[in-house]
């Protein structure tokens, strides 16, 4: 059986994140399996020069993000852990309190009931105290959160090396390989 990671794309802005991370995966041995919420397959079109069906095409298997019925929504279909980015408000509210309406955050729901590894990409700034209680409520029960701050000891040049350092946060976490930015500490790449 080949690895399983779920990646929900919720309507935040910042989709660009969800697409590039289904990139990078086809590149792994991980079967993903996505599901987009109507926000987020609105924003795909408003952020990105794809359509939601290019970002579908680039998973393994695609689920309806009604569709509550689907194996992601039972702890026993195995996966890996679980990525949504990026990550609303309001699907970061559903999880931390386990309001399961749509596919996305019943998924994530499992992925925790489970002890799986979950990353939240939250996009939203500033934040209010509200916020902050959610992810803390996430975070209690397991979740990683990880906006997508930027970092600049590795001297990014574009904007995708700005998203690729999150990913590569993101990959670190869940122990997947990569050479995504430059490490604190390394010398700088002869070609970067």
Known sequence: MSKRIVVGISGASGVIYGTRLLNLLKETDYETHLIISESGKLNIEIETQYK????????????????????????????????????????????????NENLIVRAADVTLKEKRKIVLVVRETPLHKGHLRLMTVAADMGAHILPPVPSFYHQPKTIEDLIDQTIGKIFDYLGIEHDLFKRWGEKKKKNG
């Open 52 to 99: 939601p069906e290019d970002v579908e095409a680039m998973a393994d298997v695609v689920y309806d993000h009604k569709d509550m019925a689907a194996a992601l929504a039972s702890g026993s279909f195995l996966t890996e852990g679980m990525i949504v980015v990026p990550c609303t408000i309001k699907t970061l509210s559903g999880i931390a309190n386990s309001y």
